[in-house]
């Protein structure tokens, strides 16, 4: 194997030369590879001669695959040969390199590197301590109301019309020009007046309706409405009340405490309460002491970043909003046309956020090769535990399908958390 090597800041150039006799091979390999693939009268399938098929469908018919095969076998041995290379994104193909004569091909591999870098310090800081947020009785009494709305009872009602704060079950069809659109139609669907949920206008014309009844009501779709079609169109909804019912919030006084707690009283209830905000403030207070530990130590080591990273990690995250929107029913095509948002503005709103994500992971990686932190199995086992635990799974049952890659992603969690332990026991957080 004869390559050549030229580095040009973060990237690395090789160019291998093969000669005619091992490029012949791959072209055979190849060959054996994909023959499988085709059809020819005359010859049984995976048995035609490679001169018929390159005959038929071209001379470069296997071209491409004994390049990929030749490609990864030859940087495969560079890599063996050249331990201090770090890739830190799949490498490409010069297209521009390839050349293929009688004395055998010569094509280049751009190898995007680990940006070379002086770590900045990250022991002996002094970080300022956040000061915990005081519980306060609002706090308090905020909790106990999200705990009167999860108890609450809905009652139904047959004696009077519909009033602001009901919740009607209704049916209903919208027309535009007296004709059914996309989503105007339902049945038995729940609204709660007031909510605002629907177009301004349509629940304030349910007010005074009384069940059983049914009425046209008129609205007008907003401008700025998601769905381009209806914009600013007049529509007329025929509903058609079906039920009323009313929320019904318990009494706060020690039998409410008594059914929603483990306590006797609502003095001892609130207490408990204000005890378990205030831990939350305190944790929260912690969490921000060790970000901004972090962003010192990373706002320390200056580093000349690689686009091809920032722009990997981009891509990350947009695969990542992507699944988020398949979960809750839209896809990326929609939600651009919904938002009014292009592929290039919100590659931009990640922007920041990948250059810091970027940034942060180089200086965690490199203290932790500098201070040699591993993760046991046992700290790997951990944390596997917690995850099960959150998703409502048995530890047995995941780690049957479990894979390599996925107990890597707890390894590194754990590796992670020892290095915020070192971090914090190396500086001082007053």
Known sequence: MKYTQ????HTLTVTFKVNAEEWAEFDRRAYEQSKGKYNVP???KGHVPKNVLENRYGKGLFFEDALYMCAQEYYGNFLDKNKEVVPVVRPSIDEKSIKLD???????IVVTLQPEFTLGQYKGLTIEKTVPQTVKEEDVNAEIERVRERNARFIEISDRPVQEGDQVNLDYCGKVDGVAFKGGTAEKYTLTIGSHSFIPGFEEQLVGMTIGETRDINVTFPEEYHAEELKGKQAVFTVTV????VKELPEIDDEFAKDVSEFGTLQEYKQDISRIIAERYAQEAEREDENKLIETIV???QIDIPEVMIEEQIDRYIDDFRYQLQNSGMNLENYFKYSGMTMEQLRKEYRERAEKAVHTRLVFETIVKEENITATDEQIDEKIREYTQRIGTTYEEFTQQLNPTDRYYFENQAITESLIELLKKENTIA
């Open 242 to 245: 079906n039920s009323i019912t």
């Open 102 to 108: 009688d004395k055998g091909l010569t094509f280049a």
């Open 42 to 44: 005359g010859f049984r």
């Open 6 to 9: 030229k580095r040009e800041k």
């Open 299 to 301: 706002n320390g080591t």
